[in-house]
């Protein structure tokens, strides 16, 4: 991380002798010495509204273009743009998507951070959140940013039965759904409010029980990978945020496929990277199952994996 700044300083500079000269140094090998030396770099050429979009960063849970870091940050355009060259190296830039670099930053600002900072920030992400409503990021994260930031009205009034049946046609996971009704029994506890724990603990019941027994989510894939949704069905069997796969391996390994199909071999490539890490085997006891997930792989490795690091490691696997 540290060559990173160091390049992009040096890139941008007309002297890279003044450049050199201009560097924090790198102190100890560890990486938190770095983050207190740059932090205080910040203030020492007056950029203290790095900080702030340091802060902005640490706080959000989810890529964001950066756009949508503009407006939670909630910046003037040149103040963000200067602060945005200061901290860029800190950001990994994935297909236009930023997240931090690494978890030891987001830990190392939110304790830099006061509380009513970070409080402050919170309450312009649960804003972001809720003008897209309805949206992948809204369901999968506004109950638990506004149970952060005190919201607890926001939850018990949006979770309810007709949510469940809006995540459903949106293709959201279970986790997500029933995550999101247990933020809004937090928020309930929180208010004391027995009405609404009663409410949302029988909806909580529901759910659970239809989730289980009468959504085949597998089944649902391979409806909508045969109708050519196959983005529908990467909503809700890859988490971006988590970068894991939400779907038993055949599931994986179709979605991979039609990618492919549609010519979407980046993609595919780095699920595939996802889900060779994560690959334990196949479990299954029918021998027909077996096959086809063997020859799902062996398709997978032949489109990905001249780029893949462990194709040896998941051909041992099988």
Not at 46 to 53: I, R, S, V, Y
Not at 260 to 284: C, M, N, Q
Request: charged residues 25%.
């Amino acid at each position: 991380m540290y060559l990173r700044y160091a390049a992009e300083i040096i890139i941008s500079s007309e002297s890279v002798t003044e450049a050199i000269a201009s560097l924090s140094p790198a102190s100890g090998g560890d990486i938190r010495n770095y983050y207190g030396l740059l932090w205080d770099e910040f203030e020492r050429v007056g950029m203290g509204k790095a900080k702030h979009l340091c802060v902005a960063m640490a706080c959000v849970r989810f890529s964001v273009h950066r756009d949508e870091l503009y407006s939670i940050a909630a910046l003037d355009r040149p103040t963000f743009e200067d602060a945005y060259k200061c901290i860029s190296h800190l950001l990994r830039d994935s297909e236009c998507r930023l997240t931090v670099f690494h978890n030891s930053f987001r830990e190392f600002v939110i304790g830099q951070a006061s509380t009513g900072w970070v409080e402050d920030i919170r309450r312009h992400i649960c804003s972001f959140l809720k003008a897209r409503k309805d949206s992948p990021r809204w369901f999968g994260h506004v109950f638990e940013y506004c149970y952060d930031a005190g919201d607890y009205t926001y939850a018990l009034e949006e979770v309810n039965a007709d949510f469940v049946e809006r995540a459903l046609l949106y293709y959201r996971p279970s986790k997500e759904i029933l995550d999101a009704i247990q933020w809004a029994v937090e928020s309930a506890f929180k208010r004391r409010d027995i009405v609404q724990l009663s409410r949302l603990g029988a909806l909580k019941s529901r759910t659970g029980e239809r989730l289980k027994h009468y959504l085949d989510w597998a089944l649902l894939a391979d409806a909508l990978l045969a109708l050519g949704r196959c983005q529908d069905v990467i909503s809700f069997a890859f988490s971006p945020e988590g970068d894991r796969w939400m779907v038993d391996s055949r599931t994986s390994l179709a979605v991979m496929s039609a990618l492919a199909d549609e010519g979407k071999l980046e993609l595919g490539r780095k699920l595939f990277d996802v889900f060779t890490d994560e690959f334990r085997g196949i479990h299954s006891d029918s021998r027909d199952e077996v096959r086809s997930q063997v020859v799902g792989i062996a398709r997978c490795l032949g489109l990905y994996s001249e780029h893949q690091a462990r194709p040896a490691a998941v051909a041992f696997a099988v």
